[in-house]
């Protein structure tokens, strides 16, 4: 038999959000499912969509064969966590199929619905007698996902001694990253062909269906359970697709594909490769084809600039090189260093004329003569005027250069270096930006100029400034906001984690009276378990305090 499948709601693409009020987007999304099953003639299709019955919605696996559809899945389990607001669209689905598809028995299910132990997988494997479990998902990525998912998909797999063929979206969407990682698994845990991480890929497999009948034979577990659950449940329908088997076979079992770490090296590798699919997407689905960067020197600007390199190419990336009377002259080398490496356009603004006029026609409302923080602030909106200035003049899109450090904590400019229109590293630390960095001039030798590796952070918006003049080192901040945000920790239990109480009580002040800052800034893409705006939702106006 042949199968082709098909993400979760691959139609509609994911997450819809609220289109799905629109009764237009239901309608042509159906639409186009009825199109699409006009295409399959002696090839079976499973097709995610958003399937319309009983005055609801429910998002749904189409199976369709000979010009038809012959049965349609409504996923069970809905995730209302995180970056997910099911429960705010869909309906619950309740029933379950078994399809019998030549001399195999098929069970179907959607994303979350494999990830509960007691879910359809275990009913259509034990009650239905399924030797092959098809999942359609849409996962997004973060950092320790990919582990997370296999180690669960070998437990179902194993536990109810059934193959398993999970297939997920792969691509970018606003800030979510979906890796793809596609694979087949059979009933001892065996991972048999593995789709490529970051990247569509056409997962191919001729899967052999006998070792599931001999394992079950021979497993006490699913014997028992299986005696245990028909007291409680009824057996499956068994919907009958009657495929006609063709005569050709494919022989591709000895062309297995390698495991997750042949195609990724390290943590450095598979964060850069999510970067560049989320900005490569973001940009090119939005209409966008080139994109500008303020290039301060600094380690920030640099890595933005790779990976837009990376996602776009080099004639698709510009930068601006807008020295201050505070810039060194190591930074403006160092940007242009950069220029050079990567191969990409620059032009050079000079700001302190313009400074000077802020200064001259702000006279009357400056307290002092100080370089305080309007003066930095100043600095940084000339520049963002700049940038945007290119950018509106030559249809470009601004890339913010923060990383979550700084927006974390509000080290950062309102309408001036977070001016821009997306943000890639806007989910990763800075300690992690240094990181991977390293990691790029390894692989492509001094892509990154040495000195912006070395050198002691800066804005460089006034004499001999370092961020350490306001932050605690980045080694020490980075660990902190790691476990107020995304760990869920109070005070005390990280300063029980051995931090000083000070710095902990200053992080976290900083981290909550920043929140009107970071709902004002530009999407970024999501590659930590709990990021910004999705993730993490928290009223601007408040006063409760965790310290």
């Given amino acids: 038999m042949d199968i082709v499948v098909f993400p979760e709601l691959s139609i509609t693409g994911y997450p819809p959000e609220d289109l799905l009020f629109k009764n ?76 019998k598809i030549a001399d195999a028995l098929i069970g179907i299910n959607i994303c979350e619905d494999i990830f509960h132990p007691d879910g359809p997988t275990k009913i259509q494997s034990i009650m239905g007698g399924a030797e092959l479990i098809i999942n359609i998902s849409a996962s997004p990525y973060h950092t320790e996902k990919i582990k997370e998912r296999e180690k669960i998909l070998f437990t179902r797999a194993v536990e109810n001694c059934v193959n398993i063929a999970y297939v997920n979206l792969a691509g970018g969407q606003d800030e979510l990253i979906f890796d793809g990682n596609s694979l087949i698994i059979n009933e001892k845990g065996y991972i048999l062909r593995h789709a490529k991480p970051f990247k569509e890929d056409a997962l191919i497999y001729d899967l052999d269906t006998g070792g599931v009948t001999s394992a079950r034979l021979k497993d006490t577990k699913f014997k028992n359970q299986k005696t245990k659950m028909e007291k409680d449940c009824s057996l499956l329908p068994v919907i009958n697709l009657k495929y006609r088997q063709k005569k050709v076979r494919r022989n591709i079992q000895d062309k297995i594909a390698g495991k997750y770490n ?4 390290c943590i450095e590798d598979e964060i850069l490769k999510a970067l560049i699919l989320g900005t490569r997407d973001y940009i090119k689905k939005n209409r966008f084809e080139k994109v500008v960067i303020a290039l301060s020197g600094g380690i920030d600007s640099a890595l933005t600039a790779v990976i837009a390199v990376f996602a776009l190419g080099k004639e698709n990336v510009s930068g601006i090189i807008m020295p201050s009377i505070y810039s060194s002259r190591e930074s403006i080398n160092d940007a242009k260093e950069l ?14 004329d313009i400074y000077n006029s802020y200064l001259k026609n702000l006279k009357s409302i400056f307290r002092s003569y100080k370089i305080n923080t309007t003066r930095e602030n100043i600095q940084a909106r000339i520049r963002g005027n700049i940038a945007m200035a290119a950018a509106n003049e030559n249809n470009w899109l601004v890339l913010s250069t923060g990383n979550k450090s700084e927006i974390s904590v509000g080290y950062c400019t309102l309408y001036g270096d977070m001016v821009g229109g997306f943000s890639p590293i ?20 001094d892509i990154i100029p040495r000195n912006t590796l070395t050198k002691a952070p800066s804005a460089e918006l006034k004499p001999n400034q370092k961020d350490e003049d306001r932050l605690p080192p980045y080694k020490i901040l980075d ?20 931090f000083e ?47």
């Fill in 24 to 99: 237009a987007f239901i309608d042509e999304n159906i639409g186009y499912l009825n199109k699409l099953k006009k295409k399959v003639t002696n090839i079976i299709a499973i097709v995610g969509f958003v399937n319309k019955e009983h005055g609801g919605i429910y998002n749904s696996a189409a199976v369709i064969y000979n010009n038809q559809i012959k049965s349609i899945y409504n996923k069970q389990f809905l995730p209302n966590y995180s970056v997910f607001d099911e429960e705010r669209y869909f309906r619950k689905g309740s029933t379950n199929y078994i399809f």
């Fill in 479 to 498: 660990p902190i906001l790691k476990a107020y945000i995304e760990d869920g920790l109070d005070y005390h239990s990280i300063v029980k984690k051995g």
């Fill in 501 to 547: 109480g000070k710095t902990v009580r200053e992080v976290i002040s900083m981290v909550d009276s920043s929140e009107y800052k970071r709902r004002q800034g530009s999407p970024g893409i999501k590659i930590t378990p709990k990021a910004f705006d999705k993730d993490r939702r928290y009223p601007i106006t408040n006063k409760f305090k965790l310290y």
């Fill in 262 to 265: 042949r195609h990724v090296s």
């Fill in 426 to 445: 806007k989910d990763v630390y800075k300690t992690m930006v240094y990181r991977i960095c390293k990691f790029i001039n390894k692989k492509y030798p």
């Fill in 339 to 352: 220029s050079d490496n990567l191969g990409i356009g620059y032009t050079t603004i000079p700001i302190s």
